[in-house]
């Protein structure tokens, strides 16, 4: 069974960082790109980063670029995302999924429960 389990989420200061790690089980985590997208109060989801199965190419949103960075351990079956220089308006639900290819196209195609990210003063 594929399981995502985000953690890390938290209460922080604007400015503040944090660092939250999604623990991959039931497939060859190594095999495919990973994916971090969000979803804010009263908004749509929004993608922030992905990175590609070997650690070969990353992507970011322009809205984190230079203060949000993914990474991924493939031996611990684990994708991180270190957020630094936190504003108000990265409060969000985040979640990480899995990214597979299908004719030529990507999906995300399972998705963990998300944690919950709040930038307050």
């Known amino acids: 069974q594929v399981q995502l389990v985000e953690s890390g989420g938290d209460l922080v200061q604007p400015g503040g960082s944090l660092r939250l790690s999604c623990a991959a089980s039931?497939?060859?985590?190594?095999?495919?790109?990973m994916y971090w997208v969000r979803q804010g109060p009263g908004k749509g989801l929004e993608w922030v980063s992905i990175i590609s199965s070997k650690d070969i190419l990353v992507y970011y949103a322009d809205s984190v670029k230079g203060r949000f960075t993914i990474s991924r351990d493939n031996a611990k079956n684990t994708l991180y995302l270190q957020m630094n220089g936190l504003k108000s308006e990265d409060t969000a639900v985040y979640y990480c999924?899995?990214?597979?290819?299908?004719?030529?196209?990507?999906?995300?195609?399972?998705w963990g429960q998300g944690t919950q990210v709040t930038v307050s003063s």
């Open positions: 999924a899995r990214r597979r290819l299908y004719s030529g196209m990507w999906y995300d195609d399972y």
């Open positions: 039931g497939f060859t985590f190594s095999d495919y790109r």
